[in-house]
């Protein structure tokens, strides 16, 4: 089975930058994904790794390390519209995308 | 607009009915899903789909009856509804199944309340 972690809520202030962390164990699986979900909203496509390393997008980037079953999502400069649950997914083919419970940032002024 | 689209937005109904939500896609994607969110916002797979067929059939009470008539649409079909059943189904669809890169598009979800 899959298991895995993230931290269930986290505060940051609008313009800081603040790490979502998700930590996982599972047997194999071939890529990770991130996604935002506003509240009442459907979740949307965020950053997909496969390799280790880091992936830049704009404000948001995502690292991951296989060795070390860890991830984490990067929000730079954040805006009042960034808090919503951010949800770490590892996909491990034959469609199976699962699920963390997911983290809630609340961003204020 | 290209989109995943579901219906209805919200359902509240007794509990024993028997309900479906309906759920469609026009980007052309072969692989449909149906994830169940609970209270705590827990997203979990329930069933997917692949070019109508099959294939992923998680841990669901046989209650639960997904129906691909094509491709493009996905229904759910929900028997003696009970207030354990009370959560946001999200329909979700992606380009392909197998090993390659899965993103996912979701839809605006369906609430159900079961009173």
């Known amino acids: 089975g899959q298991n895995i972690d993230q931290p269930t809520e986290m505060t940051a202030t609008e313009g800081a930058i603040v790490q979502i962390n998700c930590t996982y164990q599972?047997?194999?699986?071939?890529?990770l994904f991130w996604y935002q979900q506003h509240a009442g909203e459907a979740p949307t496509f965020l950053s997909y790794?496969?390799?280790?390393g880091l992936e830049e997008k704009g404000r948001f980037s995502s690292f991951l390390s296989r060795s070390k079953g860890y991830s984490y999502l990067l929000l730079k400069e954040l805006q009042m519209k960034d808090s919503a649950s951010y949800l770490c997914?590892?996909?491990?083919?034959?469609?199976?995308?699962?699920f963390g419970k997911g983290t809630m940032l609340l961003v204020s002024p | 607009d290209t989109a995943v689209s579901q219906t209805p937005k919200y359902l509240v109904t007794q509990m024993g009915n028997d309900k479906s939500i309906k759920c469609e896609q026009n980007?052309?994607?072969?692989?449909m899903y149906w994830y169940k969110q609970d209270s705590k916002k827990f997203l979990k797979i329930m069933f997917s789909?692949?070019?109508?067929?099959?294939?992923i059939n998680e841990t669901v009470p046989n209650r639960f009856s997904p129906k691909s008539p094509d491709k493009a649409h996905l229904n759910l079909h929900i028997n003696s509804l009970e207030l354990g059943d009370s959560a946001v189904y999200f329909c979700?669809?992606?380009?392909?199944?197998?090993?390659?890169?899965?993103?996912?598009?979701f839809g605006p979800g369906t609430r159900l309340t079961v009173l």
């Open positions: 599972t047997s194999g699986f071939n890529g």
């Open positions: 997914a590892l996909w491990s083919g034959y469609s199976t995308l699962t």
């Open positions: 980007l052309g994607h072969d692989t």
């Open positions: 790794n496969v390799l280790d």
């Open positions: 789909y692949n070019n109508k067929e099959l294939i």
């Open positions: 979700a669809s992606s380009q392909v199944s197998g090993g390659a890169r899965n993103e996912q598009f």
